[in-house]
């Protein structure tokens, strides 16, 4: 069986006029994770049904928590915070997903046993060492080679609340601190840099735990008191954002398309794609914005355009758009003059070495591109780019927003693309294909 995808044909006239998108990954692994510290029923409808998500099913699942799926309805039986089942020789394997691997951890700082964490070949290689640290000041303990997974962990009969300073911008080192802060009798005091504030808003809007959040010209302030219950919710998850994206460029760089993307999660922190490809000339509209337990949600609209500007792009919207700058750069390839991107170091801490493949693909594809210092590129853009060579993409750890970005080329740029490891977009986004042949992309 062959394992790999073909694009040969831009796509044409769009079949329709409006689409979904698969429930946000970074909130449905938060509801897994934070489902099973809670004592009794939760449930979510539209839970992410990807693979990292299942992986951390799969891991809550070893550690004695009842998962039912119904339809569209995911229900969740929590143990409450100290119910955990910690078993002797337990592994639990976190597939390709940093995020369930670096909060799970978290969970466990109280086990009274050492449990093995692992994942896939791509997942160790990245770095634990952000989440390794501030755990052990909490009590627990860690043996791992160079921070990488696999690692033991054992917690502590007694997680000690600590002060912590975040310095990376990570949301999932955030997380951890913020999630092992519940098992302790205390407050956690945590200084960070501005991240993904999924968790902050869930702990306050959905669990009803109240923390304090104060925000300075760099820092953010949060701290967290121990609590001795989570009482259960319900939760209705929106729209990926990050999903979404790969719509949003397929339709701003094809020719006379419309497309309205229905009921995205908008969180302001995560919605720096929009706000870069606007200043980049994208036509792009917010539609039907809404408040849903602290998360904003709304349409969002799109018409193609032939008139993108290049971009000298300030850091400070990194962090917002952290995964997807790929497409970012696909983008600047169609802009008028030259595109400046910079601090992007952050980028080859993901699956692969994002910021390096970006650089080759985009190389492979014909774009002048150049690597500058302070981990930034520059890329020389063509309004009238148009591909018409042959392009094989293999050996990329599969990560899955290499492989879209890939597809989202070859529908609208053209070019003869054979694309390795063609399932891989079910790590995030299970129904990428599908929803794109509903449209009229021609995939082989």
């Not at 994942?119 to 990245?126: A, I, P, Q, T, V």
């Not at 729209?239 to 309205?260: C, H």
């Not at 080329?409 to 390795?420: H, S, V």
Request: aromatic share 8%; proline share 2%.
């Amino acid at each position: 069986m062959k394992n790999y995808l073909i694009i040969q044909n831009k796509i044409k006239d769009f079949k329709k006029k409006f689409i979904e998108v698969e429930g946000d990954k970074s909130l449905s692994i938060r509801f897994v994770l934070l489902s099973a510290l809670t004592k009794g029923k939760c449930s979510a409808i539209n839970l992410l049904k990807s693979e990292d998500v299942l992986n951390a099913i799969n891991c809550i699942n070893k550690l004695g928590i009842k998962t039912i799926f119904r339809k569209r309805k995911t229900e969740i039986f929590g143990k409450g915070l100290f119910g955990l089942k910690f078993k002797k020789n337990l592994t639990l394997n976190t597939g390709n997903s940093g995020t369930t691997a670096r909060l799970l951890c978290s969970l466990l700082i109280d086990s009274n046993h050492h449990i093995k964490i692992t994942g896939d070949e791509s997942l160790k290689k990245r770095d634990m060492k952000r989440i390794i640290n501030p755990l052990k000041k909490f009590g627990a303990f860690f043996k791992s080679k160079k921070g990488k997974l696999p690692l033991m962990i054992k917690g502590t009969k007694f997680p000690k609340p600590i002060r912590f300073t975040e310095d990376l911008g990570s949301a999932q080192c955030k997380s951890a601190v913020m999630i092992a802060a519940l098992k302790t009798k205390g407050v956690t005091k945590l200084k960070c840099l501005p991240s993904r504030n999924h968790t902050e808003l869930m702990f306050k809007n959905i669990l009803k735990i109240p923390i304090k959040i104060v925000k300075t010209k760099k820092y953010e302030m949060i701290n967290i008191n121990g609590q001795k219950e989570l009482k259960p919710f319900n939760y209705k998850i929106p729209g990926d954002i990050s999903s979404a994206s790969f719509f949003i460029v397929l339709t701003l760089l094809s020719k006379d398309k419309i497309l309205k993307i229905k009921n995205v999660n908008l969180n302001s922190s995560r919605t720096g794609v929009v706000k870069i490809l606007k200043m980049m000339g994208g036509k792009i509209k917010i539609l039907n914005l809404r408040n849903y337990k602290g998360e904003k949600i709304g349409d969002i609209m799109i018409r193609s355009t032939n008139k993108l500007k290049s971009i000298n792009l300030n850091s400070r919207y990194n962090s917002s758009a952290i995964d997807e700058f790929l497409l970012i750069f696909l983008v600047a390839c169609k802009c008028k003059g030259i595109s400046i991107f910079n601090n992007l170091g952050e980028l080859n801490k993901k699956e692969s070495k994002r910021l390096d493949w970006g650089i080759k693909i985009l190389s492979m594809m014909g774009v002048k591109v150049k690597r500058i210092k302070n981990s930034g590129l520059k890329i020389w853009g063509q309004e009238n780019f148009n591909l018409n060579k042959k392009i094989t993409i293999k050996n990329y750890l599969k990560d899955h927003r290499i492989l879209m970005l890939c597809v989202i080329a070859g529908l609208t740029l053209g070019g003869n693309w054979k694309i390795f490891d063609q399932n891989c977009y079910k790590t995030s986004f299970p129904s990428f294909k599908k929803t794109l042949k509903k449209l009229g992309a021609k995939i082989k």
